[in-house]
C-alpha cells in the first residue's frame, strides 16, 4: 500500500504544511556564529547544547522563528523536528516576538488567590487597545520597540511567600496589587527601569536572554553591576529566624545500612573481590 496524500485528503488546504523552502540565516551573523561555538564546546555531546542555544537565538529576534529553529539544527547536526520538539515544549521559547518587556503574571493557586487573578486582568485591560483586553502572549505597542510589554499568565513563579508576584524579563516584583502592576508596566512603557523586589538589575527581554545563553559582561567591575542585587526576602527566611531563635532542629535522618549487592548472574564477581 503506498502513502497516504495527507495534504489531498485534507478538510482544509493543507499544502503550507509541506515546504523545502530554505530560511534565510543572516540575522545570525558571525558573532552569533561564534557564540554558538562556544555554547557547543561547553557539552561533551553537541545536542546537550540546544537549550541554551534557543535562548541565544531568542536574543537576536526576540523568539524562537523557523530560521532560528534552522539554525540550531544546522550548528547542532540536529534536524529541525527535534529542535522544533524542544522549542514547543517550554514555555520560555516564544514563538511569536517578544516585546521590550517580559511581564509574566503568576496565576497559579496561591497567587491567584491573593490576587493574581485580578493582577492580570487589569494589566491586561489596562494594556489593551479599543476596549480589547490584552490577552495571553499579546504585545501593547511594536514587538520589540522602546516600551512594548507583552503579557502572560505564568504557572507557579517559586515565590508563593511573597505573593502575588510578577516577573519582568524574569525578575521578581514581589507582594504585588493591581494598582502597583499598573504602575511597574507605565514605567517600563516610558522607558524606566524600576528596581526588582529580588535579583538583578533589570534589563530587556533581549539582554536577558543573551544571559540565559550564558553570555556575561567579561571585567569583573560590569559583571558584578549586572548580577548583584537583594537574593532572599526576610518572608523567605522566617522558619529559619524562628528555628535559631528557639533552638529548634530537625530529627537527624536515620542512617540505615544499605543492603547487600546481589552477585548479577554469569558476574565473575563475588564478595565484592575477583576470583
Known sequence: MGDTDVTGV???????????????????????VEKAGQIIARYPQSRSA???????????EGRVSQAGIQFCARQL??????????????????????GEHLVSVCTNTLCAVLGGDD?????????????KRLGHNE?????????????EHAECLAACDLGPVIQVNYEYFDNQTPESAVALVDALRKG?????????????????????????PEDEESYRS???????????????????????????MPNAPLPAE?????????????K
Open 226 to 252: 549586572t548580577v548583584d542585587g537583594p537574593s532572599a526576602a526576610v518572608e523567605t527566611l522566617r522558619g529559619a529566624a524562628l528555628a535559631e531563635a528557639n533552638s529548634w532542629t530537625a530529627p537527624p
Open 192 to 216: 524606566e527601569r524600576p528596581a526588582p523586589t529580588r535579583g538583578a538589575p533589570l534589563r530587556d527581554f533581549r539582554t536577558a536572554e543573551l544571559e540565559l545563553a550564558g553570555f556575561w
Open 50 to 60: 540546544l537549550l541554551p542555544m534557543l535562548h541565544l537565538v531568542q536574543s537576536v
Open 10 to 32: 485534507a478538510p482544509v488546504p493543507a499544502e503550507h504544511l509541506v515546504t523545502d523552502v530554505a530560511e534565510d540565516l543572516s540575522v545570525f551573523d558571525a558573532d552569533i
Open 119 to 131: 493582577i492580570y486582568r487589569t494589566l491586561g485591560e489596562h494594556l489593551g487597545e479599543d476596549g
Open 77 to 98: 547536526s540536529l534536524t529541525p523536528a527535534e529542535v522544533s520538539a524542544v522549542a514547543t515544549f517550554y514555555t520560555m521559547y516564544k514563538r511569536k516576538t517578544c
Open 139 to 151: 504585545t501593547a505597542g511594536e514587538p520589540g520597540a522602546p516600551g512594548s510589554i507583552t503579557l
Open 262 to 274: 546481589e552477585p548479577r548472574a554469569g558476574s565473575s564477581m563475588s564478595g565484592g573481590e575477583k
